[in-house]
């Protein structure tokens, strides 16, 4: 069963910076897209960073692009969300995912989560203006 935990969420004023963590017990981790999303009430979910298995290719939400910048490390099975410049539209909880599609970033439609099956719980960001 798939297992992705998130962690680094926190509370921080606009123009501020967070690093969101992820790790998934997932195997082969190396073979797996991972993307992060988040979630604010009242609005649909959606995908703001994705990285490809072999952590060059990565996509991004226009909104976040230039600010936020997505890793990987296949030997932890782990994947970053370095978020700077931070304001107060990016609050909201943000989930990190997995998927067995290793070209899932280079299809437009992973900013909805086609091909994301493995979730976590999330972690939540708050950014005060």
């Known amino acids: 069963q798939v297992h992705v935990v998130e962690s680094g969420g926190g509370s921080v004023q606009a123009g501020g910076s967070l690093t969101l963590s992820c790790e998934a017990s997932?195997?082969?981790?190396?073979?797996?897209?991972m993307a992060w999303f988040r979630k604010v009430p009242g609005k649909e979910r959606e995908g703001v960073a994705c990285?490809?298995?072999?952590?060059?290719?990565?996509s991004y939400a226009d909104s976040v692009r230039g600010r936020f910048t997505i890793s990987r490390d296949n030997a932890k099975n782990k994947s970053g969300l370095q978020m700077v410049r931070l304001t107060t539209e990016d609050a909201g909880m943000y989930y990190c995912?997995?998927?067995?599609?290793?070209?899932?970033?280079?299809?437009?439609?992973?900013?909805?989560?086609?091909?994301?099956?493995?979730w976590g719980q999330g972690t939540q960001v708050t950014v005060s203006s």
């Open positions: 990285i490809a298995p072999d952590g060059i290719g990565s």
């Open positions: 995912a997995t998927s067995s599609a290793g070209f899932a970033c280079y299809s437009p439609s992973w900013r909805v989560g086609e091909n994301f099956d493995g």
């Open positions: 997932e195997y082969p981790f190396m073979r797996k897209s």
